[in-house]
């Protein structure tokens, strides 16, 4: 990872109001643009019903199925003090010859039920594939917590190449530890199933 190429982090988290940075607007793509192919990988993704959707100038990625994690005590009794799980997709664009975009505004949202002691964090990394620069997202819950929770973070964009002939791919990480407290509590985050990420591109010509 680079220097500096961190986004910068505003949450709201299980209610509570917070101050949402404004971010970067999005110059708008060429009209053809469209999604030429997707792939998920990961544990946390469902292959098969996993979608990815080019709207408003922003990536709307769907894993298929909640995308979620617990730490703790499980249905089984056993107890697991961290757990973890990701979905990746590896997106290609068509139709946007003489074009290049950047990622400029990551969005995140999802539910969580921390206990106390237990902590949870959503990590979204972001590159195009062959190039050095990673673009990482991050937010840490800490219990205890329930509810929603929100993400919304900009970053100075890395412009693709003219043509948009490299994919970007996009991981999202879930991580939990389970609460101290009470060792028979349990700890879960996790990521809205249909809208729980939003990337937002800005367009250029070349």
């Avoid at 999005?26 to 990988?41: H, L």
């Avoid at 709207?55 to 199925?65: Q, V």
Wanted: glycine share 12%.
């Amino acid at each position: 990872m680079t220097p500096g190429s961190r986004f910068g982090l505003v949450a709201a988290v299980a209610l509570l109001p917070a101050t949402l940075a404004a971010p970067a607007a999005a110059a708008p793509g060429p009209p053809d643009a469209e999604i030429a192919d997707a792939v998920f990988v990961g544990a946390g993704c469902d292959r098969a019903a996993g979608r990815v959707e080019l709207k408003d100038d922003a990536l709307l990625i769907s894993p298929g199925r909640a995308l979620q994690v617990t730490a703790g005590i499980r249905e089984n009794g056993n107890h697991v003090p961290r757990a973890t799980t990701n979905c990746q997709v590896n997106v290609r664009f068509a139709n946007a010859a003489g074009w290049q975009f950047a990622v400029t505004t990551v969005e995140g949202a999802g539910r969580s039920a921390l206990a106390p002691g237990g902590s949870g964090r959503f990590i979204l990394t972001s590159y195009l594939a062959g190039t050095p620069d990673t673009l990482e997202s991050s937010i840490r819950l800490t219990g205890p917590t329930w509810g929603d929770w929100g993400y919304s973070g900009g970053s100075s964009p890395n412009w693709s190449d003219c043509g948009a002939t490299r994919a970007l791919n996009v991981n999202t990480r879930l991580q939990v530890e389970a609460g101290t407290v009470d060792p028979d509590t349990r700890s879960t985050i996790g990521v809205n199933s249909e809208s729980g990420v939003r990337l937002v591109l800005s367009w250029r010509a070349c």
